[in-house]
């Protein structure tokens, strides 16, 4: 018999977590913004867990979903088979996204998703006759996920640094955003569109005619929240068009309502060729991806010669029963409670009590969207993120749940937060910040 404490036989993801197993923090339950822990303490989550649980945490409707499906159909084959609620759960989804993104492939995660829409993106190039586009362009400072073309495109050094050579032909675009330029800025920056010109210039470099596909977050998340300055995301798409290259959005965060429209594609009014997402689909409950794709993507597969081989890749629980009937029932209670577009309503209460914590000793800069929120704190000289960290400690033992990245706090609530419970979230936050961090 193995102990119920004893913590050895599990590798958590991400080794770099070694602190845990000497001070583990563990969740017991849960119940719509907060967490229980296992002694007993209340968690206000500022996290939404890790960006997912968009409608908070065990809402009866999903949960009930969940069962019933479990107890009807459990699994059905993903290949050449199907089952009702997969079609059904992808006609809700292509009703949400941008016009003529009309249909979607199903993954697990947001890694799957990315390294899917990648795969997408180089097969759709040879399905069009152009095969020589083999190029994929990413942007420093993203997280795309952690397989190996997203770790490949991602641009965060030390997640490729420990595996040698992932994907060739992979290039970065410089990342927009410095702190002491973002100066505390609300919202989009009005300068550094211009950054998106980099990409012109690392095309250039190349044949234009090699490159596949370039992939950027619209709000880059994992890596500290980098907004884009107005105009940037625009820019991207016209220097894509005018070389025939894909445009990818990586939508595993910004998407269903995360910056106050269903996908960050329609908040800022670009329409990328393919989108990915994940997380929010099934309120982070059950694992699922799916990556939207511009409908002459789908057509050029489908509609290709017969003997082509028309898109080899798929998971064994693609759409699988369960995951679906969850998603369906997390949109429902997405589009029943207005969540999608909440986070447009509560962003200038949101903002106005982030941007309140400026004054707070070592902050350098704050950032926000909708409802993510970036509090950079200057880094202990010598010890990188070691401010943050302390923070993330202190903010858990007030009952309060962060996320650090380096030495940014990101901040990403569930989409049913209450003025109240913003006022709570800050209120912790200032103490932690106040305190000898
Ligand atoms: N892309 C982005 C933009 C993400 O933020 C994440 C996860 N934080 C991923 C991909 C990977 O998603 P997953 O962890 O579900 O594989």
Not at 125 to 133: I, L, V, Y
Not at 150 to 156: A, E, F, Q
């Amino acid at each position: 018999r193995v102990a119920p404490n004893n913590l050895e036989a599990f590798w958590m993801p991400f080794t770099a977590n070694r602190q845990f197993k000497k001070a583990p923090r563990m969740f017991a339950s849960a119940k719509d913004m907060y967490y229980k822990t296992v002694d007993g303490r209340t968690v206000l989550d500022g996290t939404a867990g890790l960006w997912c649980v968009n409608a908070g945490h065990c809402r009866p409707k999903i949960t009930e979903a969940i069962r019933a499906q479990a107890g009807e159909l459990d699994y059905a084959p993903a290949f050449q088979l199907g089952h009702p609620k997969a079609f059904e759960l992808a006609n809700r989804l292509v009703d949400l996204a941008p016009e003529g993104m009309g249909h979607v492939f199903y993954t697990n995660s947001g890694s799957e998703s990315v390294d899917t829409a990648l795969k997408i993106a180089l097969a759709y190039h040879r399905a069009n006759g152009q095969g020589e586009r083999f190029r994929l362009i990413g942007r420093e400072r993203a997280y795309h996920g952690i397989n190996f073309g997203g770790t490949s495109v991602g641009g965060i050094v030390s997640n490729r640094k420990m595996f040698g050579t992932l994907l060739t032909g992979v290039d970065h675009i410089p990342h927009t955003h410095l702190p002491e330029k973002n100066a505390f800025t609300k919202g989009q920056p009005d300068h550094g569109a211009d950054l998106a010109d980099t990409l012109e210039r690392i095309v250039a470099l190349h044949d234009p005619s090699t490159v596949a596909a370039v992939i950027v977050e619209p709000v880059a998340g994992s890596t500290g929240v980098l907004i884009p300055p107005k105009g940037y995301l625009q820019r991207l798409r016209e220097i894509c068009d005018k070389h025939g290259i894909l445009l990818i959005f990586d939508e595993v965060i910004t998407g269903f309502g995360r910056i106050g429209a269903p996908f960050a594609a329609e908040y800022f009014g670009v329409t990328p060729d393919i989108m990915t997402t994940a997380k929010g689909l099934t309120n982070g409950v059950i694992p699922m991806g799916a990556v939207f794709v511009k409908d002459e993507i789908h057509d050029a597969f489908m509609n290709g010669p017969e003997h082509m081989i028309e898109f080899m890749h798929g998971y064994t629980y693609s759409g699988n029963p369960i995951a679906s009937a969850a998603g369906l029932a997390t949109l429902e209670t997405y589009q029943d409670e207005g969540l999608l577009t909440r986070a447009k309503e509560l962003s200038p209460y949101w903002e106005e009590q982030l941007h309140s914590l400026k004054d707070c000793p070592h902050v350098i800069d704050i950032r926000n969207l909708g409802l993510i929120g970036a509090i950079e704190l200057e880094p202990i000289a010598g010890e990188p993120t070691k401010r943050a960290f302390s923070a993330f400690l202190k903010a858990y033992e007030d009952g309060l749940l962060i996320r650090t990245t380096g030495d940014i706090i990101a901040l990403s609530p569930p989409l049913i937060i209450s003025k109240a419970e913003i006022d709570e979230l800050f209120d912790k936050l200032r103490k932690v910040l106040m305190s000898n961090i």
